[in-house]
Each structure stands twice: as C-alpha cells, then as structure tokens.
T-cell receptor, first 115, second 111 residues
Framework: SAVISQKPSRDICQRGTSLTIQCQVD?????MFWYRQQPGQSLTLIAT?????????ESGFVIDKFPISRPNLTFSTLTVSNMSPEDSSIYLC????????????FGPGTRLTVL | DAKTTQPNSMESNEEEPVHLPCNHS???????IHWYRQLPSQGPEYVIH???SNVNNRMASLAIAEDRKSSTLILHRATLRDAAVYYC????????????FGQGTELSVKP
C-alpha cells in the first residue's frame, strides 16, 4: 500500500490569487492523479501527473488554470490559478502502479475556500 | 470513458447484508470495476476491484454480471462504521488505470 499526504489540509484564499497544493507519496509510484470534489459531489479527474513531462488534462480542465508538476516518482503539485469562488472544492491527490489491476490510493484532500 | 450509474442513497440495518448496485453499460473489455468508499472529511478508501469473475476480500464481495454491464458490491454484515458514500468506478487498463467515478451511493446503517 501507499500512504499519501497533502499540504495544506485546508486554506481560505482571496479571489484572484493562486494556491499550490503539494502531494507526497511514501513510496515510488508510476501514476499520480489529481481530482476535484465539489461540495456534495463525486470526484472529477482533473489530470494525470506525468513524471518528467506535461500533465494529461481531462476535458474541461486546462494547464493555465491548473498547472501541475511532477519532478520525481513520489511528489507532485497542483496549482489553482486566478481563483474564483467556483474553485471552492476539495482537491485530492492519488497514486498507483501502472497496471489497471493496481489499487489506487488517495490522500486526505485539501479543502479550499475562495472568498 | 465508461460512465457508471448508482442509486443516490440506500439504507440498511446493522448486521444485515447490503447489496449496492452499479450500472456500467458502456464499459470496455479491458476496464476494471473498482469500488471505493468515502467517510466524511476523508479521502476515498479502496474496497475491492475485479474484471470478470466475482471477487472476495476481507471487506466485501464483488459480483459482476456475465455481460459486465453491471456489478453489485456486497457487504455481508453491515456495521455502523460502514456508513459512507460508496463509489463505483471503472479503470482503464490501457491509460494507466485512471478512474472515472460515478455519483456514489450514500449508505446509512441503522442500529
């Protein structure tokens, strides 16, 4: 199994600012993902964080708004840029091996409130 | 990406079995079916996954229809700690296993 930590656990930000969320995995993993969970909703995949290359974004999400870095096999960051109140959500990091059979583990999430 | 459909909520009595259904009629032949559950203020927790055959582990059982268009998560004896939102998802084998989540079923357990 993998243990995933996220920083910060929560934050309150002003409109127009940016926040970078960090995700740390306690073991080397192949795949890392970022999800958004809006209040009372399910999880929506934002992007796959690729090590050493640009992230792969899902439909409706763009790099300018959600830049992602993954400098090594255990660490990734997600930045929420030029925030608006609509960005208020929980942002979750997850990690797994490459095989489709591998279990995906999730971090505890970062609760973001934009005023 | 295969879409999944689940009932919004279900109720169960403590120590009784619970059957949580999921429809995934557009699932491809290589997609796995994954189940996760989420307690309030926590990240999702892995429950079980499978491809074609029924699967059992210490937490639950997964029954997969022969045509793979639906599946059922079975909790054999519900406890109060099983009260959570249960998500059915499909994982693409060929895209690194990214998961597409359904809307989830909120399970409440009555003592």
């Amino acid at each position: 199994s993998a243990v995933i930590s996220q920083k910060p656990s929560r934050d309150i930000c002003q409109r127009g600012t940016s926040l970078t969320i960090q995700c740390q995995v306690d073991s080397q993993v192949t795949m890392m993902f970022w999800y958004r969970q809006q209040p009372g909703q399910s999880l929506t995949l934002i992007a796959t964080a690729n090590q050493g290359s640009e992230a792969t974004y899902e439909s409706g999400f763009v790099i300018d708004k959600f830049p992602i870095s993954r400098p090594n096999l255990t660490f990734s960051t997600l930045t929420v840029s030029n925030m608006s109140p609509e960005d208020s959500s929980i942002y979750l990091c997850s990690a797994k091996g490459y095989s489709g059979t591998d279990t995906q583990y999730f971090g505890p999430g970062t609760r973001l409130t934009v005023l | 990406d295969a879409k999944t459909t689940q009932p919004n909520s279900m109720e169960s009595n403590e120590e009784e079995p619970v059957h949580l259904p999921c429809n995934h009629s557009t699932i491809s032949g290589t997609d796995y079916i994954h189940w996760y559950r989420q307690l309030p203020s926590q990240g999702p927790e892995y429950v079980i996954h499978g491809l074609t055959s029924n699967v059992n582990n210490r937490m639950a059982s997964l029954a997969i229809a022969e045509d793979r268009k639906s599946s059922t998560l079975i909790l054999h004896r519900a406890t109060l700690r099983d009260a959570a939102v249960y998500y059915c998802s499909t994982g693409s084998y060929n895209q690194g296993g990214k998961l597409i989540f359904g809307q989830g079923t909120e399970l409440s357990v009555k003592p």
